[in-house]
Every structure is written in structure tokens, then in C-alpha cells.
């Protein structure tokens, strides 16, 4: 069975060209957005860190894109996000609290499986700000994801007032609740089940707390145990009617502090962790407290402009099953 599926009757309601024109739309009053909502400056970010550096997002394990710069003699990886690397850039330039960047980030993540939503080409907005000790609060989370979610239907507003033929409208009010508490809700159900079931119903829901181990022995998802907070991050998810789904546009939170690096890291026996640069620096309490995370910038167009597959609204590449799948349903990819 295919991993890739087209609803019966789909359409895209842009053709090719009005599409590629509404994805530059969508990124530019996006980012524009968000900016104003979180008071975020634009900078430049790397394609690539040195492996040494111990910057890269390791993500839940999976093994970065290396190469060997051979005028260094050293080895480097493509980034899989910026999670670590926008901490150390809002120290390097003298941020201030309440204030924070947002980047273009472009991934690799090889080892991602081929289907409508996933593509091992990642390209998200990376942002992080800088924040008191005393904003380490699920308050303060909180009516930051309200933010993100405002700047997402401000923008969907716009895009339907360009192009009238879209007819989803991004909600502009967040459901928010707790990994166990969603769990209690669903026993029966595996994670991605119970975020279906909740999203279906509430339409924008952050779940909250994600990364401990839940009651039933199983977190509700992984987290790498060096950028977030376990108990201050979230995912903020969108029902998507096209492909009666749940869609996670944005995974974020609050970050770690020289606590619960330490405490999340022992957790899962990675204290060797400890010798890199960065994680020194958290320690040391060199690094500014932050805030962060990622949204994905092919996602929100999936979602904004009602489209089947995320091959239509990037360019990536694709295995055959996928492009059979697609060309039966007359999708361009």
C-alpha cells in the first residue's frame, strides 16, 4: 500500500504557477507576522555546523548528512533545525530579553519516511528569544504559542483575500492541553491516534509536556534532551480537512536551563554529553534563558492553500511509489 495518498476527487484549487506565486506570499506575510507578534529580527543561518561543536538538533537519533571540509581537516554535518544554534547566536550578538531572530533554515534529514506530510527536505522559520528566569513558566509558553497561532491566522485571512478560490480559514484561538491529560482521554489509542482525535475535534491544539515518560510507560514523542524544557515544550498541531489529518506545523518551548539539561540528559544516560562547547556554556550559565522553536514553511502552505501533498508546494525528491501515487491523481509534484 502506498504511503502516499491522494484523496478521491482532489484538486488543487491553484494551478502550478498561482501556487508558486502563493508560497512566496504565504512566506513573505508570514515572516512579517511572526516578526511583529514575537519581536523577531531576521539573520542569516548556516546550511551546515562542525560536527565537534555538538550544535547540530539531534532530533530522536537520527544520523546528520556528514562530509570532511579538507582545508580544515575537519568534519562537518548539515543541519537537521537550528535548535541549538539560535541560543548561541542570541549570545554571540548581544540580544536582550523580549528580544529574539527568526531565520530561513534549510534541512536534510535523509532518514525521514516518504509520505504526503514528511519530505527529507526541511525548510522552516527557526526562531528564539531571549527571556527572564522568571518567564520559565507554562503561562508564559503559553501566550506565546497564542502568538504564533494570531500571526498564522492574520496570515490565512490575507491569503484568502488574494485568492478567493481558498476557502480554509486558519483559526485564530488554540486548544491547549497536557500529553498525559490526552492520554487519560484516549487510553486505547497510540499517540498519533489520540493527537487525531483531539485535533479533529478542537482544530489548533498544543499538547503540552512532551518528552517524559507517560503512564503508560511510552512519552507521547520523542525529544533530543538538550534543547528543550520537558515540561515547558509543546506541539502545536492544525486539523487539515484536505487529507482529514493532523498536522504538526510547529514543535517549541521553553529552554533548558543548566537543571534540566543535567536532569534530561542523565535521564537518558548522555551526561558524555556534557564535554561539547554548547552544553558547557548551559552550565555555566553563559548562554541567555530562551524561548524557541520551529515552524514549517512547507507545511503552513500545505495547509493555507488546501494542497494533498508537500511535494506540491516544494522542491524535494521523491520515490517511485510516490510518484505514481501522484501522477494517477494528476498531482504535480
Not at 484561538?173 to 487519560?184: G, P, R
Not at 492544525?238 to 536551563?257: F, N, P
Not at 553563559?286 to 506540491?312: D, V
Amino acid at each position: 500500500m502506498s504511503k502516499t495518498i491522494i484523496p478521491d476527487g482532489y484538486k488543487s484549487k491553484l494551478n502550478l504557477y498561482d501556487t508558486q506565486t502563493a508560497i512566496g506570499f504565504i512566506k513573505n506575510v508570514f515572516q512579517h507576522n511572526l516578526g511583529l507578534e514575537l519581536n523577531l529580527k531576521r539573520v542569516t543561518a548556516p546550511l551546515f555546523v562542525l560536527s565537534e561543536t555538538g550544535l547540530n538538533d539531534g532530533l530522536n537519533g537520527e544520523n546528520p548528512v556528514q562530509f570532511v571540509i579538507p582545508s580544515m581537516n575537519k568534519q562537518a554535518e548539515i543541519v537537521h533545525s537550528l535548535a541549538k544554534w539560535k541560543r548561541m547566536a542570541l549570545y554571540q550578538n548581544d540580544f536582550y530579553v523580549g528580544n529574539g531572530l527568526y531565520t530561513d533554515m534549510n534541512a536534510v534529514r535523509k532518514e525521514e519516511t516518504l509520505d504526503n506530510i514528511h519530505s527529507i527536505y526541511v525548510d522552516q522559520w527557526d526562531w528564539e528569544k531571549v527571556i527572564e528566569r522568571t518567564d520559565r513558566t507554562l503561562d508564559y509558553l503559553k501566550e506565546t504559542v497564542k502568538s504564533i497561532v494570531e500571526a498564522i491566522a492574520n496570515t490565512s485571512n490575507t491569503v484568502m483575500l488574494k485568492y478567493p478560490e481558498i476557502t480554509y480559514q486558519a483559526p485564530d484561538e488554540v486548544f491547549f492541553i497536557d500529553s498525559q491529560a490526552l492520554e487519560n482521554l484516549y487510553p486505547n489509542l497510540t499517540s498519533k491516534e489520540r493527537e487525531y482525535q483531539i485535533v479533529k475535534d478542537k482544530k489548533v491544539v498544543f499538547i503540552m509536556r512532551i518528552g517524559h515518560n507517560l503512564a503508560s510507560g511510552m512519552p507521547h514523542d520523542l525529544r533530543a534532551p538538550d534543547y528543550d524544557d520537558w515540561d515547558l515544550n509543546g506541539d502545536l498541531l492544525y486539523y487539515h480537512e484536505t487529507l482529514d489529518m493532523a498536522i504538526e506545523i510547529s514543535s517549541m518551548g521553553i529552554r533548558v536551563d543548566e537543571t534540566s539539561l543535567r536532569k534530561q540528559l542523565e535521564m537518558k544516560h548522555r551526561l558524555e554529553d556534557l564535554k561539547y562547547p554548547y552544553h558547557q556554556m548551559i552550565m555555566n550559565e553563559t548562554l541567555p534563558l530562551t524561548i524557541g522553536g520551529g515552524i514549517g514553511q512547507s507545511r503552513l502552505c500545505l495547509i493555507l492553500l488546501e494542497k494533498a501533498h508537500i511535494g506540491e508546494v516544494q522542491a524535494s525528491v521523491w520515490d517511485d511509489e510516490t510518484i505514481e501515487a501522484c501522477k494517477d491523481k494528476v498531482v504535480l509534484l
